[in-house]
């Protein structure tokens, strides 16, 4: 596979330090807020990822976390925590605050058929190995204490700046006017805060009581779960200039390593050209989508016409696209899957082939995308060609295998059924529901006569009542 390094600028051949599991770390949410279709399309690239290095054999160890502390209103040291924050002006516990929002965003990846990583990791459990990781970056001589915390001293690291080829000198002097007195340089950077007294979420530290900073929550999860030196960590473009190149920072001063070999970043998702912003209302979430009839599998569609690695603009109208493209080629799978012609195991290794090398190829989503759209084209109509384009979706995740499409007819089809029913039969639906809660089986059968003879039929099944028309 090959993959664009942001360490090295270059596009090279993935080699993994251990050729029995590779090692993933994925930045994750910040959980005080719902996550916007812009947070979601990072995660959709993530996935892509996981799904295609699977997909070339090799085991997998993904972890991803939930920040959940710490990350402040500022991606550097400046303002209020934004989980606090949060807290504060919805009158609420932090924790219920996190909570909440961890399980919504549980839901969002779920709905985009995004894989849950193996280890989510929430930084608010994991306060002892971040207290050993700062306590060793000081030991080492990288930290020290001021009255506000303790911050790492990137003077005593020559390499700093290495990931997004910062001009140290140049940012040095721009922050010099603003700067807290304390800090040995302007570009120190707090990496365990003491907290203020209102500041709910702080725990005893050799520092007083005090919260970690968001970029040592990364170092010390990562390092738990996948060593001192691991293979890819991914993230949004944003985390370049300073959460990642921080996080390296860090590495250096506790062990002298890189993290990561290869650094991978998403770029960003424009909404009708410019940024998300809350001033302008164009900060969507999956639930705005849905309100407006669009599924996230839509959504996810949308994503793979761009590389990861170009901005991608979000509007309604390439929404409405994505939906109709999706649509087709649903129906184009569900054409191939009543047809009889054979195709060579040529042609069908062909495709294959062709589809895991542009995938391997950086995630080459667009390319991908063309390939199974020559497929589902196809003038002869073949069971074969399905099958071909339901493999391709383990990857894609856009629900466009035969089993899938079958899941979401039949849901459709309920939904039709349900909505033109008269009022009548509702009613006679729903008693027969109280019946069976009441396990009054006469009652029951009673009631699926009426309803037969209405011409509706009613199955009991696990998932509960299937109704259809006779
Ligand atoms: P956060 O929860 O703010 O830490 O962000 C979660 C992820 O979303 C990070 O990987 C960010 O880099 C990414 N991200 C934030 N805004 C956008 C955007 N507009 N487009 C794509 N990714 C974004
Ligand atoms: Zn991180």
């Given at each position: ?41 990072a995660y959709i690239f993530m996935d892509l990822l996981s799904k295609t290095l699977r997909a070339d054999g090799y085991k997998l160890k ?223 979430t999956l639930e705005d989508l849905r309100e407006r009839g669009f599924s996230p599998l839509d959504f996810r569609y949308l994503c793979l ?166």
């Amino acid at each position: 596979m090959k993959i664009y390094n942001t360490l090295t600028k270059t596009k090279e051949e993935f080699k993994p330090i251990n050729e029995e599991e590779v090692r993933m770390y994925s930045c994750g949410p910040t959980v005080y807020n719902y996550a916007h279709i812009g947070n979601l399309r990072a995660y959709i690239f993530m996935d892509l990822l996981s799904k295609t290095l699977r997909a070339d054999g090799y085991k997998l160890k993904h972890v991803m976390n939930i920040t959940d502390v710490g990350h402040l209103t500022s991606d550097a040291d400046e303002g209020e925590d934004k989980v606090q924050k949060a807290a504060r002006a919805q009158n609420k516990d932090p924790y219920e605050i996190v909570n909440f929002y961890t399980e919504v965003f549980l839901k969002d990846i779920e709905s985009l058929n995004i894989r849950k990583p193996d280890i989510i990791s929430r930084a608010t459990e994991h306060i002892p190995e971040m207290i050993e990781y700062v306590q060793k970056i000081v030991e080492n001589g990288y930290g020290y204490e001021t009255s506000t915390g303790v911050y790492f001293d990137i003077s005593k690291l020559p390499s700093y700046g290495i990931l997004s080829n910062k001009n140290i000198e140049g940012e040095q002097a721009g922050a010099r006017v603003a700067v807290d007195k304390e800090k040995r340089n302007p570009l120190d950077f707090a990496i365990w805060i003491k907290a203020p007294e209102n500041h709910i979420m702080k725990w005893e530290s050799p520092w007083g009581l005090c919260f970690p900073g968001w970029h040592i929550e990364c170092s010390a999860m990562s390092k738990k779960y996948l060593g001192e030196q691991f293979d890819i960590h991914t993230g949004g473009v944003d985390h370049i200039p300073i959460h990642h190149e921080n996080e390296i920072a860090q590495s250096m001063g506790y062990c002298g390593k890189i993290p990561a070999n290869y650094w991978m970043h998403c770029e960003f998702l424009l909404v009708d050209d410019g940024k998300m912003s809350k001033s302008l209302g164009n900060v969507y979430t999956l639930e705005d989508l849905r309100e407006r009839g669009f599924s996230p599998l839509d959504f996810r569609y949308l994503c793979l016409s761009a590389s990861y690695r170009n901005k991608l603009n979000f509007t309604f109208e390439s929404l409405k696209s994505a939906k109709t493209g999706l649509e087709r080629l649903r129906n184009a799978v569900e054409e191939h899957e009543n047809g009889t012609v054979s195709v060579s195991d040529e042609e069908m290794t062909k495709y294959k082939n062709q589809f895991l090398e542009v995938m391997n190829d950086d995630l080459d989503t667009p390319k991908a995308m063309n390939i199974v759209w020559e497929i589902a084209r196809k003038v002869n109509k073949s069971k074969q060609y399905a099958e071909l384009i339901s493999e391709m979706d383990e990857i894609l995740g856009i629900d466009i295998s035969v089993e899938k499409i079958a899941t979401i007819r039949e849901m459709e089809e309920k939904i039709d059924i349900l909505a033109t029913l008269d009022d009548e039969t509702k009613q006679l639906i729903q008693e027969r529901e109280v019946a069976r809660a009441n396990k009054d089986w006469a009652k029951s059968d009673e009631i699926r006569e009426k309803l037969t003879k209405k011409g509706i039929s009613v199955k009991d099944t696990k998932e509960g009542m299937e109704i259809k028309r006779m």
